[in-house]
């Protein structure tokens, strides 16, 4: 067997390979915090998109994201009920609205939405089965995935039929839950009818909408749908399918946002501080070992053995390295979950993500650590 030199050189110093694990571990937890904030980010503010039972929907060109839209007029949505293949439509209403705590009475924001009761439109759990109850006069339904802030509303729902607080300065009666979770958008949600909507929020007009949600007939062609409706409705409404609407608010939060770079940037800050500890570390290594790689070279050793010999070291530190990045961002993970309420967990794509940008990044710092064979001459100590 080949005496394994490579990792017998990083094992002789202890201390510095301790040093170089923690760093790397560093670079990895870093990017696995910058991955998971972005994935998140993009999750949460689909998750109502993927919600939405709809195969065609129509928004304001003036407006950026679902959770700032401006309004354009149901007619919109209602002519084009002429075009054939089209089942039914569904105008929904969306709104931030100033939530009372009813435990501790503080306020904060959180998202509405309104719609018909009489047609589903969000295939969430606890909606279809509690959707009479927004029939009700200003009856809501809460988000039990809310950030804990908004009150402890399913403790209080268990315990009594009905919670009582105030919504946009409105008293409203909590009837049911349902199951979203938190967005970058809104710490919380509550849905109702669009009827109930337009009494909790007297300053939005009725027939001014935010949504406008179509169904298709089994049989008919969604291409050939969307292309009549573009062709048929004015310039002041957009018509998307549910891929393009999930993937306009992507786009918005990546490119027209900070957000999306920041996260980017942090993701490239954890690879280039990984490639500098990793560079320090295999350039101090084939410094304190120059004398014995010029002793080898006098044997007869060529420059490639040395230098896949840094480079071996250099793959060893990234797997290595990895290990305790992976467990430190699993655990980060967990807690931001459960501070926040964001769908943020690890997966095995992210996983294998880091770990190849986390061996091109000791691969990187090898090639440069590795100029430094060049100066071990055999003429030097003979």
């Not at 709104?95 to 309104?114: C, D, M, Q, V, Y």
């Not at 804990?148 to 607080?165: F, K, M, R, W």
């Not at 608010?249 to 027209?256: D, G, K, L, V």
Request: charged share 20%; aromatic share 10%; proline share 3%.
């Amino acid at each position: 067997m080949k005496t394994p030199l490579s990792w017998l050189q990083l094992t002789h110093e202890k201390m510095r390979l301790l040093i170089a694990l923690a760093g790397i571990g560093f670079a990895d937890m870093l990017m696995f915090v910058q991955l998971g904030f972005q994935t998140a980010l993009f999750q949460s503010n689909v998750k109502l998109h993927n919600a939405l039972n709809g195969d065609i929907f129509l928004m304001s060109p003036q407006s950026d994201a679902l959770g700032f839209t401006e309004q354009f007029s149901e007619r919109r949505l209602y002519e084009s009920i002429a075009i054939e293949g089209i089942e039914s439509v569904v105008p929904v209403y969306l709104n931030l609205g100033s939530w009372k705590n009813p435990i501790e009475k503080n306020t904060r924001t959180l998202f509405a939405i309104g719609f018909n009761p009489a047609y589903n439109v969000l295939d969430l759990p606890g909606v279809a089965e509690n959707l009479d109850q927004v029939k009700l006069e200003d009856s809501i339904l809460f988000d039990d995935k809310s950030r804990a802030e908004y009150g402890d509303i399913p403790s209080l729902l268990a315990s009594e039929n009905s919670v009582s607080t105030e919504l946009a300065s409105r008293k409203v009666n909590v009837k049911g839950l349902f199951s979203l979770g938190a967005s970058f958008t809104a710490d919380g949600t509550i849905l109702t009818s669009d009827i109930n909507f337009l009494r909790i929020f007297p300053e939005r007009q009725k027939g001014l909408i935010d949504l406008g949600v179509i169904n298709l007939k089994p049989e008919a062609d969604l291409e050939l749908v969307l292309q009549q409706l573009r062709d048929k409705l004015p310039q002041d409404v957009n018509v998307f399918s549910k891929e393009e609407f999930i993937q306009q608010e992507i786009t918005y939060w990546q490119n027209s946002t900070a957000i999306g770079f920041i996260f980017n940037l942090g993701t490239l800050i954890g690879f280039i501080v990984g490639i500098v500890i990793v560079y320090q570390i295999l350039y101090t290594d084939v410094a304190d070992h120059l004398s014995e790689y010029a002793t080898l070279k006098a044997m007869g050793y060529r420059d490639r053995y040395f230098i896949s010999l840094v480079f071996q070291e250099a793959i060893i530190l990234a797997f290595v390295g990895f290990i305790p990045g992976l467990g430190i961002a699993k655990v980060l993970y967990l807690l931001t979950a459960n501070a926040t309420a964001l769908p943020i967990a690890m997966t095995l794509n992210r996983a294998i993500t880091v770990l190849i940008l986390t061996l091109m990044m000791c691969c990187a710092s090898g090639s440069v650590a590795v100029r430094k064979l060049s100066a071990a001459d055999p003429a030097d100590i003979f």
